[in-house]
């Protein structure tokens, strides 16, 4: 049981998209996201991981959100969510709380998922382009399992500049009693026609550490 809980925590490590956070959607407008990730090390076989990503400004104040996350053999969720601005959504800092509710997967079952997040960004300006910077601390309960998971995620990148930006992000995540994980993705950002490739290498651990390949595709409409 604890290794199950364990291998469980090291496939919830991730964020779903880095560019979210405390960034509403413009309204009426939509964003969408799709990829996937190999990872592995050299005593297990290959996980696989594949995830969907959408967002659509429903009203001014307010962004709906779908994430689909899957895990070959190990665990998936499916979460409906809501993000509001707090403060002003027009300031250079940022501040966003999101609300969510779906189910997840585990030992091949399907149960109910909450999920509470507080998120902060601000955009910034280089010699090199312009960016963002971001953190958000979620509280995450999986009815399956014994305790919720505490995440704080932090993300910087470039938006502009030169054809291939670079972007790094760090994703924690905490269970009481079980290792805590952690994954750095350090990555590159480079547009294809209307939409924007990402690439990056992960370094992932809690019980052991893995090596992984990422690659999403965005796109905004």
């Known amino acids: 049981m604890r290794f199950a809980i364990a291998a469980l925590l090291v496939c919830v490590v991730c964020a779903p998209q880095v560019q979210a956070g405390a960034w509403l959607r413009e309204h009426k407008k939509a964003f969408l996201s799709f990829g996937s990730t190999i990872r592995g090390n050299k005593t297990t076989l290959p996980d696989y991981e594949t995830k969907f990503y959408a967002e659509y400004g429903l009203l001014p104040r307010m962004t709906l959100g779908f994430d689909l996350n899957d895990v070959r053999a190990k665990s998936a969720h499916a979460l409906l969510f809501a993000r509001f601005p707090i403060g002003n ?61 505490i995440k704080l995620d932090l993300v910087a990148g470039l938006s502009s500049g030169p054809r291939i930006r670079p972007l790094i992000k760090l994703e924690t995540a905490y269970m009481a009693g079980q290792p805590f994980g952690w994954a750095l993705t350090p990555g590159i950002m480079f547009d294809v026609k209307e939409s924007t490739w990402v690439l990056g290498i992960e370094s992932r651990s809690t019980t052991q550490k893995t090596i992984g390949i990422t690659f999403n595709i965005w796109r905004n409409f």
């Open 89 to 149: 959504a027009d300031n250079r800092t940022r501040y966003a709380v999101e609300l969510g509710l779906g189910k997840h997967r585990y030992q091949m079952q399907w149960a109910p998922m909450y999920k509470a997040a507080l998120a902060a960004g601000r955009g910034f300006e280089s010699r090199w382009g312009n960016g963002w910077m971001g953190a958000e601390f979620a509280y995450e309960v999986r009815s399956a399992l014994p305790n919720p998971t």
